[in-house]
T-cell receptor, first 115, second 109 residues
């Protein structure tokens, strides 16, 4: 247990569906992240929030929409996804941003399959 | 551009020693992380190096050479549970993590 939980663990959806991924951290951290992990590829940073404010949006398609209602919760809303969006979506948190030794704590991920 | 290189896959024998190398090119540098990720699980922190040299933590050690843009993770007395992917990530001048694709380590009895 890393103190970061994600639901659901597995999700299968059609291209016309709308679904949401949820992440919760119980560590009192100020920063939260969404990553996409595809087989044999580096982790791709999608979004970063610091004190509920979005600080990074790495050219992510608008079919992915993040929401951070408070420092403990992070959502990723999904709509009209493509099959190439199938991947493991990881949530992470860290104490702060802007420091070198900024260890990130990861959730177990949501395995997403888009049909 | 920014880049992290590490081998895709390595195989080692239980009880042996294995060294996983990582080279990095980043705009600025604020330290290097190693994470372990078992199949279907979250990545978990192993080590952080910002100064040159070797950091030892039990069976695992991590080395950094800033002048060479090089790091390695050394695993001693390998156990079957060490079978996992090992992710190298360097922190750039903006404190963003630049990730490698990971090295899948297979341990054989």
């Amino acid at each position: 247990e890393t103190g970061v939980t994600q639901t659901p663990r597995h999700l299968v959806m059609g291209m016309t569906n709308k679904k949401s991924l949820k992440c919760e951290q119980h560590l009192g951290h100020n920063a939260m992240y969404w990553y996409k992990q595809s087989a044999k590829k580096p982790l791709e940073l999608m979004f970063v929030y610091n004190f509920k404010e979005q600080t990074e949006n790495n050219s992510v398609p608008s079919r992915f929409s993040p929401e951070c209602p408070n420092s403990s919760h992070l959502f990723l809303h999904l709509h009209t996804l493509q099959p190439e969006d199938s991947a493991l979506y990881l949530c992470a948190s860290s104490q702060d941003l802007g420091t070198g030794n900024n260890e990130q704590f990861f959730g177990p991920g949501t395995r997403l399959t888009v049909l | 551009g920014q880049n992290i290189d590490q081998p895709t896959e390595m195989t080692a024998t239980e009880g042996a020693i294995v060294q996983i190398n990582c080279t990095y090119q980043t705009s600025g540098f604020n330290g290097l992380f190693w994470y372990q990720q078992h199949a279907g699980e979250a990545p978990t922190f192993l080590s952080y190096n910002v100064l040159d040299g070797l950091e030892e933590k039990g069976r695992f050690s991590s080395f950094l050479s800033r002048s060479k843009g090089y790091s390695y993770l050394l695993l001693k007395e390998l156990q079957m549970k060490d079978s996992a992917s090992y992710l190298c990530a360097a922190t750039d001048s903006n404190y963003q993590l630049i990730w490698g694709a990971g090295t899948k380590l297979i341990i054989k009895p």
